[in-house]
C-alpha cells in the first residue's frame, strides 16, 4: 500500500514537470549539484524520478541561446530517456525499460528573447525532471540499484533519494563514491 501512495505521488509530480520546475526556479528551492531521486516499487514496476538543477545536467541554468547549449540540452535530454544505462537493476530480476520523459522549462523558452533582469532570473533556478518505469519478470530478486547518473552526468555530485517497496521505505544519499542503494 505504501507504494502505490507515493507511486501516486510520483505521477502527479511526473504529470506536472514544468510546473514543477516553474515552482522551483521562482522559490530558489534547489542546491547546484544535488538532486533528488524518488523510487517506488509497486509489484512487478519500478518507478523512478529525478529532479534535479539543470546545471548539474547541462552545466547552465538559461534558456539555450546558441547552437552549442541547443546541443547540449537535446543530448541531455536524449540521454535521460535510456533509463536503462542510468540504472543497474539486479540481473536475477530481469527488469526491462518499459517507458521514460524528460522535461525542463528551458526547451520552452529555447527560442523566446527576454531582457537582461528576466533572464537573470531564469537561469538562477531552472530544473530538469526525468521519469522511467521498469517491468520486472521476478520483482522478487530487486534488492538494490546501481545510479549511474554520476557517471553520466559529472556536476551532480549527490542525490538526496527516498524510497519505497511492498516490504520497506527509506531514504539514503548517494554519491559518485557511493552509488548503490540496497533496498
Known amino acids: 500500500m505504501k507504494a502505490i501512495q507515493l507511486l501516486s505521488v510520483l505521477v502527479l509530480a511526473g504529470s506536472n514537470l514544468t510546473a514543477f520546475a516553474q515552482d522551483n526556479r521562482q522559490h530558489g528551492a534547489h542546491e547546484h549539484g544535488t538532486g533528488r ?9 519500478i518507478y523512478v ?8 545536467i547541462v ?10 547549449d541547443h546541443q547540449t540540452l537535446d543530448s541531455a535530454l536524449a540521454r535521460l530517456k535510456d533509463g536503462s544505462a542510468l540504472f543497474t537493476l539486479p540481473r ?3 527488469c526491462s525499460l518499459a517507458s521514460s520523459d524528460s522535461g525542463t522549462p528551458l526547451a520552452n523558452h529555447a ?14 533556478h531552472a530544473e530538469i525532471t526525468a521519469t ?6 521476478r520483482p522478487e530478486a ?16 549527490r542525490l538526496q533519494v527516498q524510497f519505497i517497496t511492498e516490504q520497506t521505505q527509506g531514504s539514503a ?5 557511493k552509488p548503490d542503494l540496497r533496498f
Open 142 to 157: 530487486l534488492d538494490r540499484v546501481t545510479v549511474r547518473l554520476f557517471e553520466a552526468f559529472p556536476l551532480t555530485e
Open 173 to 177: 544519499v548517494l554519491s559518485p563514491s
Open 92 to 94: 536475477a530480476a530481469r
Open 59 to 68: 552545466g547552465f541554468e538559461h534558456a539555450p541561446n546558441s547552437e552549442k
Open 111 to 124: 527560442d523566446e528573447h527576454h531582457g537582461e533582469e528576466s533572464h537573470g532570473r531564469e537561469e538562477a
Open 49 to 56: 524520478e529525478l529532479n534535479s538543477p539543470a546545471a548539474n
Open 37 to 45: 531521486l524518488d523510487i517506488a516499487v509497486d509489484g512487478a514496476k
Open 132 to 137: 522511467w518505469i521498469f517491468d520486472c519478470a
